[in-house]
């Protein structure tokens, strides 16, 4: 019998054919938003953030892979069955959230959002400091 993956994450028919090619495994696709209990129910193993009073109802669950670096909504006792394996996505955001930090710091340095919004005004004289 094979092992039920429940994938629970807004991905796109590509990303869904890719892994559909992993044989051996009988794969469901939903997002937090349309997930069921019957889908939390089906499932021996997680991809995604699924809900908390969903994820809860599963007793014989295997493994979960958040999608966040920090999973501990799911982490509290009676969330996850005992020996659910549970991994993150730690260092998976950390060079995109260093180039926000520093996009946003340049922006704001440089008056970048005042001198959009003046743009989008029309307005063309200088910011005075």
């Known amino acids: 019998m094979s092992k ?3 994938v629970c994450l807004p991905i796109s ?3 869904r054919a890719r892994i559909e090619t992993v044989q051996g495994f009988a794969y469901r696709f939903t997002t937090p938003d349309t997930a069921t209990a019957e889908d939390a129910l089906w ?3 997680v991809l ?3 809900p908390v009073p969903l994820i809860r109802q599963n007793d014989h ?3 979960f892979q958040s999608n966040a670096a920090g999973p501990n ?3 509290e006792l009676g969330v996850l069955p005992e020996g659910c ?3 993150n996505a730690t260092g998976a955001y950390g060079l995109a959230i260093s180039e926000w930090m520093l996009a946003m710091w340049l922006g704001i340095q440089k008056d970048m959002f005042l001198y959009r919004d003046r ?3 029309r307005q063309w004289a200088p910011i005075d400091r």
Do not use: R, S
């Open 119 to 121: 743009q989008n005004q």
């Open 13 to 15: 028919a590509e990303q």
């Open 85 to 87: 394996i549970v991994t």
């Open 43 to 45: 499932a021996d193993a």
């Open 48 to 50: 995604g953030n699924l």
């Open 61 to 63: 669950l295997e493994w």
């Open 4 to 6: 039920h993956i429940l």
């Open 73 to 75: 909504n799911y982490l």
